[in-house]
DNA sequence: AAGAGGCCCTGATAGC
DNA sequence: TGCTATCAGGGCCTCT
């Protein structure tokens, strides 16, 4: 589901709503995400506080009482839900779904609070909890990871270095969590048609502006798709039910055959299966 | 070393 | 109506 921008919602809607709030009761229904929930995972969060809410890339982070920290990535179907323990029913009578039958049949892990419960639901099972015992741990459970968008560390010198005599694709390598972290693949279309540059093209062809203009629109899209509280393909929603909004404002993903909109240009998206994925661009400006 | 492909899963949709 | 095939926002792996 939740690239950077998504979970970056979610991680601004928890915070503002289970700070402070002490660990009452978990339940885990499904131990088999993707990797598969530690036995001790209901003991150790047991009467702990949830001091903050924070983020890298696509991971939320968890940071409790006692310095340790629960690790949450949603892989591609993953959401939480916040629903009000006292009222059996919210959950079918309210907007926290947009559908009107419950779908619990996912909801494999539920953390209640005193008043409050938060469920994580995930279809596909390709997101997982993971116990950070500490700072130190947490991180060089990120070592390997490139720095975020945002990050300064991610700038030109450091994407010349990496494109240099480099015969990968532009789109291979933006997708690579091991060179910048968070971006994903409707992220990436969006990215290069906002650059006129084809996903196609190797990294060493490409000129310094050209990799200037990356950087510069990676935090731009990313950036502009936080504020627009994400995007809502298939089934995102922020922890009230509610859809983001950056989807309409696509350019290039899911919009195969479309004209482009960029005035003045007569192409025509085209749709292409790179680093096997689906991948979107302008026939014309990003030639 | 890059890149294609497979795999972990379920569900929505399209085509017959 | 009901089958099958294909495709999904992630990330890991292996093989060539």
Redesign the pocket.
Known sequence: ???LP?VEIVRQSLNKKILEKKVKKVLVRNR?L?FKIPSNFEIFLKEKKIIKVKRF???LIFNLSDNSNILL?????GTIHLIKNENKDFLTNTSFYS?PQL?D??NHVEISFKNLKLIYND????GFFQIIENKDLLKKRFLN?GPEPFDPRFNEKYINFFCK?????IK??L?D??FV????????SEILFCCKINP?I??NLLKKNELRKIIINTRKILLNAIKKG???????KNINGNK?NFQKHFKV??REGLNCKRIKCKGIIK?K??????TYFCNICQK
Request: glycine content about 8%; overall charge positive; cysteine-free.
């Open positions: 589901m939740p690239e998504e088999n993707r890339a696509k991971y990535h949603l892989g591609m179907t559908s779908p049949k996912h279809p596909r099972r390709f990871l005599n480099k015969i990968k694709k291979d390598l997708l969590q091991n972290s968070g971006i994903g693949n409707i992220y990436v196609s190797k990294v994400g995007s809502s393909i298939r089934d995102f983001g993903y899911d749709k299966f790179l680093s096997n994925r689906s």
